[in-house]
Nanobody, 127 residues
Framework: QVQLVESGGGLVQAGGSLRLSCATSERAFSSYAMGWFRQAPGKEREFVAAIARNGRSSYNADSVKGRFTISRDNAKNTVYLQMNSLKPEDTAVYYC????????????????????WGQGTQVTVSS
């Protein structure tokens, strides 16, 4: 079982920034496509961003384009989500996820593709 541990969430004012991290001790991390998803109260879990295992391709939801950036450091077994210009509607629990089956230069934007999930970290944006 792959363990993913998110950190970096918290309370921030609108317009502020946070950087989420997701780390694993799994040596095969560099062979996983990684994604970030979020779930607000009463809503479905939705795609935020994803990055291919080689780091050369990344994808963002329309709602976060130009504000959020996903990146990864395979030497540190860590994926990041830099969130700038935060809005109250970004308030949610953020989850990282790993897909061990994706091609090297591709990452899925659908949650069904991801086999392993972290426990989530709360992000709250106040207006």
């Amino acid at each position: 079982q792959v363990q993913l541990v998110e950190s970096g969430g918290g309370l921030v004012q609108a317009g502020g920034s946070l950087r989420l991290s997701c780390a694993t001790s799994e040596r095969a991390f560099s062979s996983y496509a990684m994604g970030w998803f979020r779930q607000a109260p009463g809503k479905e879990r939705e795609f935020v961003a994803a990055i291919a295992r080689n780091g050369r391709s990344s994808y963002n939801a329309d709602s976060v384009k130009g504000r959020f950036t996903i990146s990864r450091d395979n030497a540190k077994n860590t994926v990041y989500l830099q969130m700038n210009s935060l809005k109250p509607e970004d308030t949610a629990v953020y989850y990282c996820a790993a897909d061990p089956t994706a091609y090297s230069n591709y990452a899925s934007t659908t949650r069904q593709a991801y086999d392993y999930w972290g426990q989530g970290t709360q992000v709250t944006v106040s207006s």
